[in-house]
């Protein structure tokens, strides 16, 4: 019988599968994991390996762990400019949405991303993306929202594609022209909702830059009947749907995604119990963004014990963006979300593998099995609870990206 040749025999180490459906972080011991062909092809207890196995380059990774590359599920990642006058501003007693409403906030990350080139948008990016990176973070999504006209936006996310072309990262890119009103359509939020479904959706579709839709339903943001209206178009590009939904206040949006079988609701500090219920039924991931609530020192906390009770899968990420969330610490939001949301480190590192690929919509990342990517992260850690512990220190080796060893 012919003997299979691997690429790569990584053995000896302690692997966190990270399935949904194994319990816990679905620890191996002493391990062993094959790749062939940017796949894993064999995976298992090493005393179980078969007797005559042969690699191009056997590892020895003894007392080391492995979890799947992590996955970071929201991000405003690509922007223009910072808004640490705001962050001053804030501290001087003016309030996020009075910011807002007097023309900054996101507005004002919509001046500086349509200022900027290509290139000069790039290169501001680059940086946050290589910082998520050195934290094994494998697998990224990307929104557009701070351009709101069609050549600003298509520049946000031809930056997102071009990302992973450089870096060795999976890039998703999502759609969120229905961020905020731009000036141009001054009260007109709904001619503004028609451009977006009749005019740049299509092109932006067009140049193949949308993997995903998503829109801010908020009192500040779009109403429940505007959303509704892109998610329907988005539905006819058979493009899949989410929502920044309960952020600051209930205005019933996560219901909304979930009736359109959404990927996620992100944020929901003020998601009600009929909001749970729907996403429950439409299998809607919440995605929690700590980060943003320790930003904005956010009080109400999302309601992490019904959404168990529930069994509504819970997503992490960093929100990465300059107005309520300027982190580029993936690590770190695990460990918010343990200290401000008592959710447990179990529960953070499923948020940010297994259950942040279904907030992607991603079968072949986010655990690990035979057949799945081989995106792997490396870590010096004695358990998987040090991911969530540290604060600032970061552990990752490297990580394998595509079955290539890349170390950190
Ligand atoms: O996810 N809530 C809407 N969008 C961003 C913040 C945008 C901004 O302030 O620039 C968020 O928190
Ligand atoms: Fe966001």
Redesign the pocket.
């Known amino acids: 019988m012919q003997v299979p040749i691997w690429d790569t025999l990584i053995r000896h180490a302690n692997v966190a599968r990270l399935h949904a459906d194994l319990p816990g972080y679905g620890e191996l011991m002493d391990a062993a994991v094959a790749i062939k062909d940017g796949k894993i092809v064999w995976l298992g207890v090493d005393a179980d390996l078969p007797a005559s196995v042969e690699a191009q380059d056997e590892i020895d990774m003894v007392g080391k762990w492995i979890t799947p590359g992590l996955i970071d599920c929201?991000t405003?990642i690509v922007?223009g400019g910072r808004?640490s006058n705001e962050f001053e501003a804030r501290l001087n007693g003016i309030s996020?949405e009075e910011i807002?409403r007097s023309g900054g906030?996101?507005l004002s990350?919509v001046r500086a991303t349509r200022a900027a080139s290509e290139s000069e948008l790039l290169a501001q990016s680059l940086p946050r993306v290589k910082s998520l990176l050195a934290e094994g973070v494998t697998t990224l999504e990307i929104k557009s929202?701070?351009g709101l006209d069609l050549a600003s936006e298509a520049k946000m996310l031809k930056v997102a594609r071009q990302i992973a072309e450089l870096l060795p990262v999976n890039v998703k890119t999502t759609f969120l022209g229905a961020?905020a009103l731009p000036p141009e359509f001054a009260g007109r939020a709904d001619d503004y909702i028609e451009h977006l479904c009749v005019e740049m959706l299509p092109a932006l579709v067009q140049l193949g830059l949308v993997d995903a839709v998503d829109a801010?339903c908020?009192r500040i943001?779009f109403s429940r009947a505007q959303t509704e209206k892109l998610f329907t178009a988005a539905r006819q590009h058979g493009l899949p749907v989410k929502l920044?939904a309960e952020?600051?206040s209930d205005q019933d949006g996560s219901a909304l995604v979930a009736q359109f079988q959404g990927l996620s609701a992100?944020?929901l500090e003020y998601l009600s119990p009929s909001g749970i219920t729907a996403m429950a039924a439409n299998h809607t991931v919440a995605v929690l963004?700590p980060a943003?609530y320790y930003f904005l020192r956010e009080t109400k906390l999302p309601p992490i014990a019904e959404l168990r009770a529930a069994n509504v899968p819970i997503a992490l990420a960093t929100?990465c963006?300059?107005?309520?969330?300027p982190i580029t610490s993936l690590l770190l939001v695990l460990n918010m979300a343990c200290t401000l949301f008592k959710m447990t480190p179990q529960e953070a590192l499923r948020g940010v593998t297994c259950y942040g690929a279904q907030a992607l919509g991603m079968q072949d990342v986010g655990s690990l099995n035979v057949g799945m990517h081989a995106d792997l992260a490396l870590w010096e850690i004695e358990r998987p609870a040090d991911l969530a512990y540290a604060m600032g220190f970061n552990p990752c080796l490297g990580v394998w990206k595509d079955g290539r060893w890349l170390a950190r």
């Open positions: 929201h405003h922007h808004r996020y807002a906030g996101i990350s929202g701070y961020h801010f908020e943001g920044h952020q600051l992100d944020h963004l943003a929100d963006n300059p107005g309520t969330a």
